[in-house]
């Protein structure tokens, strides 16, 4: 399918199962997401400031209020209990391609190793594919960020052979590789 995705959807969104449920960000929630987002992994592999302090914390959920409020995307806390955050999925147009719904994700120190990435991004998937449309589902990862890739082979993806995506962020070019849901159309390298 080549239509572009549709990010209209009945709000507050949430989604539940494998053991999570997702929710949009609360004005509560400032206090948890310095704590999952102040983190040298976070720093390293995802375009969110450094440090991040309570300012940064506010800041960046207004934005994601706004984005959600617009329909350009959702940006959603990955809990276990529907309160407390431990980490993030973000789901938005492509941005190689505005046909693709592009994901993104981040897990917050003290909840990694738990399956958290993995069963976020297999539930959003699904959503993304039942509820938004779209050519593809798409993940863009930096090279060398091996747990990210991980995820991505656990979740029914595979790098394809796109032109790298290059993003500047922190002052720096970072090359992304686009790995595609291979319930997807499209060519895929090994």
């Known amino acids: ?25 609360s004005d509560d929630d400032v206090e948890d997401l310095v ?10 592999w995802t375009p969110v400031v450094s440090p991040f302090d309570t300012e940064a914390a506010l ?19 990955i ?5 407390r955050p431990r980490g993030e999925i973000l789901l938005f147009p492509g941005t190689a391609d505005d046909r693709d719904v592009e994901l993104a994700y981040g897990v917050g120190a003290a909840h990694r190793g738990l399956g958290l990435a993995t069963r976020a991004v297999r539930l959003v998937v699904d959503f993304a594919h039942r509820r938004v449309g779209g050519r593809r589902v798409v993940l863009c990862i930096e ?22 995506v290059i993003r500047t962020a922190k002052g720096r070019d970072v090359v992304l590789r686009t790995w595609s849901h291979l319930g997807d159309d499209g060519p895929h390298l090994g």
């Open 79 to 83: 809990t276990t209990d529907g309160a």
């Open 35 to 44: 704590a999952l987002y102040d983190d040298p992994e976070i720093d390293r």
């Open 143 to 164: 090279d060398g960020n091996t747990a990210s890739e991980a995820v991505a082979r656990a979740t029914g993806f595979a790098r394809t052979d796109d032109d790298p």
């Open 1 to 25: 399918m080549d239509s572009r995705p549709t990010f209209d959807f009945p709000r507050p969104l949430r989604i539940g199962g494998l053991g999570l449920h997702l929710r949009e960000w």
């Open 59 to 77: 800041a960046y959920l207004a934005a994601a209020q706004q984005k959600n409020a617009e329909g350009r995307g959702a940006q959603l806390a």
